[in-house]
């Protein structure tokens, strides 16, 4: 089982819709989870960050974490063509705060 | 906030020849810092951290090396490139609880 794991699609959807991606993690100790987002050739750049059971909104971005059942999610509303990148899913392990990435879902929106 | 600088963006090298590339940090002391790679569409793999001046762990045997010889300068080598070693190439920061910051990237051919 991989420490981290996404779809990696693509994932269609058209502009103004609602895009959402899932992550499911296996180490039940892992206490802090973060989207990023990468553009081809271009490195990860941080989007939200997650640490508590729950939704955390930070504009069109909604972030939701289940510990009980290991999976992360990230909405995204009102899909922009400039939406369109590889979405990383990210957990810290060990004490020196690593993180594992998940291999990124492929999202298109298209106009 | 912390950024980090990553030179060169673009590198070409033969096989068996050396490598080096240099990391360095700016707007914090003492960060943890990172070497991730990232094949051609695959995911990040972390292969080196570094909680210190001298201080670097391996995450996965391999043909590379890092050192740490000042506060906010991480440095990736090798002696002789495989062609295996293609690869992006990511320099990170931890920033708290606020993830990682990562560099631009070098994006390495061996030929």
């Known amino acids: 089982q991989k420490e981290v794991e996404q779809n990696s699609g693509p994932l269609s959807v058209p502009e103004g819709a609602i895009a959402s991606l899932n992550c499911t993690y296996s180490d039940r100790g892992s206490q802090s989870f973060f989207w990023y987002r990468q553009y081809s050739g271009k490195s990860p750049e941080l989007i939200m960050s997650i640490y508590s059971n729950g939704d955390k909104e930070d504009g069109r971005f909604t972030a939701q974490l289940n510990k009980a059942s290991q999976y992360v999610s990230l909405l995204i509303r009102d899909s922009q063509p400039s939406d369109s990148a590889t979405y990383l899913c990210?957990?810290?392990?060990?004490?020196?705060?690593?993180?594992?990435f998940g291999t990124g879902t492929r999202l298109l929106v298209s106009p | 906030s912390q950024t980090i600088h990553q030179w060169p963006a673009t590198l070409v090298q033969p096989v068996g020849s050396p490598l080096s590339l240099e990391c360095t940090v700016e707007?914090?002391?003492?960060?943890?810092l990172y070497w991730y790679r990232q094949a051609a569409g695959r995911g990040l793999q972390l292969l080196f951290y570094s909680v210190g001046i001298g201080q670097i762990s391996s995450e996965v045997p391999q043909n590379l090396s890092a050192s740490r010889p000042q506060d906010r300068q991480f440095i990736l080598s090798s002696k002789k490139l495989l062609l295996s070693d293609s690869g992006f190439y990511l320099c990170?920061?931890?920033?708290?609880?606020?993830?990682?910051?990562f560099g631009s990237g070098t994006r390495l051919t061996v030929v």
């Open positions: 990170a920061g931890l920033e708290s609880n606020y993830g990682y910051t």
């Open positions: 990210a957990v810290n392990k060990g004490g020196f705060q690593k993180l594992v």
């Open positions: 707007g914090t002391s003492n960060p943890n």
